[in-house]
């Protein structure tokens, strides 16, 4: 459970960030927000596996960075459907997705215990 909130985290906490910075990104508020990592969140559970298997040879010959790829995909399917948000394009998305992946790691690290040395 505690994966699907930091995911969740990570994704309201990375478009909302890329809003302030980007301006061709819109948000309508904190509703259309926290619907957009829901929608999100559903689309890669559902999509993104089905995603992932038809660009398997794809994702072999960039050794895994076709996976952003695929998360600007399912980022762009989710702003489809969520109205008060718009990510004015693919290239905001690649970036959506690569800031979702940096602060779903670092968000993940900070949960882990840390190590005695």
């Known amino acids: 459970m505690t994966k699907f909130i930091l995911k969740y985290l990570s994704i309201i906490l990375s478009i909302y960030l890329l809003s302030i910075i980007i301006n061709t990104i819109h948000i309508d508020g904190i509703l259309p927000l926290l619907i957009m990592g829901l929608i999100l969140l ?38 489809h459907f969520v109205s008060g948000i718009n990510m004015s394009g693919f290239l905001n998305s690649l970036l959506a997705a690569f800031i979702i992946a940096i602060l779903h790691h670092m968000l993940q690290n900070m949960n882990k215990p840390s190590k005695p040395h």
């Open 42 to 79: 559903i689309v890669n559970l559902l999509l993104k596996p089905f995603f992932l298997l038809i660009t398997l040879p794809f994702s072999i010959l960039t050794l895994g960075l076709f996976t952003f790829i695929v998360n600007a995909w399912t980022i762009m399917i989710a702003d």
